[in-house]
């Protein structure tokens, strides 16, 4: 239904400005624009097709291999802007493993303050670097376990941040759910700093800090996937009592022409308040990569952006990355070596070689996976 909706949307923008002068354009992996004097509709989208494969008991409950695949993500939004100061974006995301859609992004922003946004809706907190770069701009194909596991991602709040390449800021506060008949209040806060920030080199650091009351007193994104995402095997507790939550994160990221490197540390801890003892989540993970034809990662405003290939034959990337995962008593490392061609701005095939150990319960588990992303985005 909501896929309905958002095509009859769709339809109404490109329809609706017939009685004004009109402009349209169109740039691959940029999405579809429609303008009139005083009001601007974008159209866009992704598909990210992935295949896994793996074997072992990191991946495996039953200790077996496997493979799977799924719509890792299949999204259409539109973007608009209206007169000066206002604009607003939605986007739907098609669920493979429910079959049904969900609402990723829905706000209204208001551009009139100096120096200042205002957010308003469902957008994505300001915490973490690797969380807030987009999914179809990340390097592997899937975010680092601690990254998931602390990250709040997109909910319904209200927030204000602004910045240049230089340094940004956002703060916010969020309904992360219900606490009884209350909001569980949530509250997000990124700071960024580039002190080299040209077209060939960026220096980049970053300070995150999130805390939130316990929706349902429990909190259920302690357990993880060790960065497979259709292997079944999870290391961590899915429902740990307690009250709040709260954890900060540091980042650091070097860019020069075709080598690029970043890598965060966060510390969390959910208070048990009467329920049962605190619990720490602590992790982080290094990564760097080589463009082997050349090309620079783009920077803007405190995150990285997608390889753009220079030439018609595409551009080649190679990178590594180490991540480490500690949710309590547990604990998990993997190791990713991949490979990214980018054909166009448009599309891009992505191979991830992932090695996993982890030790849950006193037990200690390994394996090996293989992941094949397809992605196209308008």
């Known amino acids: 239904m909501k896929l309905k909706l958002i095509a009859v949307a769709v339809a109404t923008v490109i329809s609706a400005p017939a009685f004004a002068e009109t402009e349209t354009s169109g740039k691959a992996g940029s999405g579809f624009t429609v303008k009139t004097d005083d009001v601007s509709f ?25 493979s799977d695949s799924e719509i890792r993500r299949g999204r259409i939004g539109i973007s608009g802007k209206i007169a000066k100061d206002w604009s607003g974006k939605i986007e739907v995301n098609y669920n493979d493993a429910t079959g049904e859609s969900n609402l990723e992004d829905a706000y209204v922003k208001y551009t009139g303050m100096e120096g200042a946004d205002l957010l308003i809706g469902k957008h994505k907190e300001p915490f973490g670097l690797e969380e807030n770069t987009s999914s179809k701009d990340i390097t592997a194909i899937e975010r680092t376990m601690i990254t998931n596991a602390l990250a709040p991602g997109k909910n319904y709040g209200v927030s ?138 783009p920077y803007s405003k405190g995150v990285f952006k997608r390889v753009k290939p220079k030439g018609d034959a595409g551009a080649w990337e190679v990178f590594g990355r180490y991540s480490n995962y500690e949710p309590g008593t547990d604990e998990a490392e993997v190791f990713t070596l991949g490979l990214n061609y980018y054909a166009n701005d448009a599309v891009r095939i992505g191979l991830n070689y992932v090695s996993a150990d982890m030790t849950e319960g006193g037990i200690d588990k390994d394996g090996d996976g293989l992941a094949v992303r397809f992605q196209y985005v308008f």
């Open 160 to 297: 204000l941040g602004g910045g240049s390449n230089e340094f940004t800021w956002k703060f916010g506060i969020y309904d992360r759910g219900e606490e009884g008949n209350n909001i569980a209040t949530g509250f997000s806060g990124r700071v960024t700093t580039a002190p080299i920030a040209t077209k060939d080199e960026v220096f980049h650091l970053g300070f995150g800090y999130t805390q939130s009351r316990l929706a349902g007193n429990t909190y259920g994104e302690a357990d993880q996937r060790l960065e497979l995402h259709t292997a079944d095997e999870k290391v961590g507790s899915s429902s740990l009592l307690g009250e709040s939550i709260m954890a900060y994160n540091l980042e650091v990221a070097y860019a020069a022409g075709p080598f690029h490197a970043q890598a965060e540390y966060f510390d969390g801890e959910v208070d048990g308040g009467n329920w049962t003892a605190d619990t720490d989540i602590e992790g982080y993970y290094a990564q760097a990569g080589y463009i082997l034809t050349g090309e620079s990662r």
């Open 42 to 66: 974008s159209v866009f989208g992704r598909v990210q097709y992935d295949v896994d494969m793996w074997d072992g008991d990191a991946f495996s409950t039953a200790d077996e291999s496997g």
